[in-house]
């Protein structure tokens, strides 16, 4: 299991504030166009099946939004 209540803790902490943009491209062709609500259900999803393997790429998406607005804010992006 990639993430347990800590790293979620973590990541709703992290994300509350945060400075959203409303869109964010996180990769070549992959643009996410309502960054709150993206944030908001994808939180929901790793909260309400955490250990279950197939979701914890909802929990990989949202480190990655992290880590894009976490070198944003340190000016590397």
Known sequence: MKYADKEIQEMEEFFKTADLPETIELSAGSVITNVPAFIFSHLQIIKLRKGVGI????YDRLLQVKEKLSATEQGVA
Do not use: C, N, R
């Open 55 to 58: 979701f914890e790429v909802f």
